[in-house]
């Protein structure tokens, strides 16, 4: 699907999406409840509202089954969580996926896992791009106790995912951080889900100054009264951001006291010159008011960089994001697909490593894009659009399911003029 969008300046109220994130967690934690006789007969029903819940809902179905077929389509999240979930319940497993899901790392997760019981068989190297399906990995044997060490810059998912297995395992673990952790947030969003699920964790820190997380073994996932998802601060931060290009946006259904990084949008905007209030009924109103540039370490926030590349875009004078380097492993390589949808639309940015360098035009060309199959980039261009002097065209649009099928729709009831073309 391709759209044409012709510039304007968005207006209006819109409620947040449910938080792609939290979901994840609170789906994982609600079936290892089911599966322990521990759930609510009134639980809450998670809506599968993107196709990466929608890969998560159904990886939960397969561990019913004794030989489960684990189809995480294009999900990083649901792969790297279902890993060790799966083995901590099941002695084999079989992990499928789409698009550039089967090549992306799932190391050194996959050698803590086997030096604790489990046995890697790979995807052939033979399969074929065009490929729709294929295999990811078939793991075999049961992950066991002990002590786990993982760097804590290289994937929050990891971490994620050993944090919501071992509690169910024969024995005590240690999960033992080699490096500072990065994503933080994404992690303390794991451990806010786990403890209102009743499982402990026991967080302490190393002589090195990294974090290590005692488990103890044979817990019980029970599911708590009054369970809700949270409101998505990543997928916001585009609604906000078209607020901060001469716009006027309200958004609500959002959490202040979230343990999302990514809200940290508000501050970052607010630095920028962007007219930001927050009402006693917690709804969040953001205007332009002539953006000036900053400097942004994105270490913590590396979701938010596409929108915020976009915004520095059309920002006066110099802008910078730092410590960006796993975006090189997303959906798309994000540093150099940002510095290429927002230089075919006329801005000043360099890519240089591990972040970009931006010096901020008043208005931009416009010009056609590729989503690179990517929902952030797709969004991005899309708020881009809001500061350009010609229509946006976008190829590949559709990507936004993966996070966002309605972002188009709720882009129109804003007032942009978008089209399907």
């Known amino acids: 699907m391709n759209v044409l969008i012709t510039p304007s300046k968005l207006q209006g109220c819109i409620e947040a999406i449910p938080s792609k994130s939290h979901a994840h967690r609170v789906l994982i934690a609600q079936k290892l409840a089911q599966l322990q006789g521990q759930n609510k007969a009134d639980r809450i029903d998670v809506p599968t509202f993107s196709e990466d819940i929608g890969a998560t809902k159904n990886c939960l179905v397969q561990l ?43 190391s050194p997760l996959k050698e803590e896992m086997e030096s604790h019981g489990c046995s890697f068989r790979m995807g052939s190297k033979d399969q074929k791009v065009s490929d729709k399906y294929k295999e990811i990995c078939t793991i075999s044997g049961r992950l066991q106790a002990g002590t786990y060490e993982l760097a804590g810059n290289v994937s929050s998912q990891f971490i994620t995912g050993l944090l919501f297995a071992l509690p169910l395992l024969d024995g005590d673990s240690e999960l033992r951080l080699t490096t500072k952790l990065e994503s933080a947030g994404y992690v303390d969003l794991t451990l806010d889900v786990l403890r209102s699920f009743g499982i402990e964790i026991i967080e302490r820190t190393s002589e090195e100054g990294f974090i290590i997380y005692e488990i103890p073994g044979n817990q019980h996932y029970i599911e708590p009264d009054g369970l809700t998802v949270q409101g998505d601060w990543s997928n916001a931060g585009f609604w906000l951001a078209c ?23 508000i501050s970052i905007l607010r630095s920028m010159g962007a007219d930001i209030t927050i009402a006693a009924d917690g709804a969040i109103t953001c205007r332009g008011n002539g953006l ?31 410590n960006a380097e796993r975006l090189k492993i997303k959906e798309s390589d994000r540093l150099k697909t940002v510095y290429d949808f927002l230089t075919r639309l006329g801005a000043d940015i360099t890519y240089a490593g591990a972040g970009l360098s931006l010096t901020g035009r008043p208005i931009l060309d416009g010009g056609e894009v590729s989503s690179h199959n990517d929902h952030r980039i797709a969004m991005a261009a899309a708020v881009a659009s809001c500061g350009c002097s010609s229509p946006v065209i976008i190829h590949g649009a559709e990507a936004v399911r993966k996070s966002y099928p309605g972002f188009f729709r709720d882009f129109a009831a804003l007032g942009g003029n978008v089209k399907e073309i």
Do not use: H, W
């Open 243 to 265: 607020g901060a290009l001469g716009g006027d946006i309200t958004l609500t259904g959002l959490d202040m006291n979230s343990s999302q990084r990514d809200k940290e949008i």
């Open 292 to 322: 000036r540039g900053t400097e942004v370490s994105v270490a913590q926030i590396p979701d938010i960089v596409p929108v915020l590349a976009a915004v520095m875009s059309q920002a006066s004078g110099a802008s910078m994001i730092t």
């Open 64 to 106: 019913d089954k004794e030989m489960p077929y684990l189809d995480c389509k294009e999900s990083g999240s649901t792969l790297r969580f279902m890993l060790p979930v799966a083995m901590a319940l099941k002695n084999e497993a079989v992990f499928i996926g789409t698009g550039k899901l089967p090549y992306r790392p799932i």
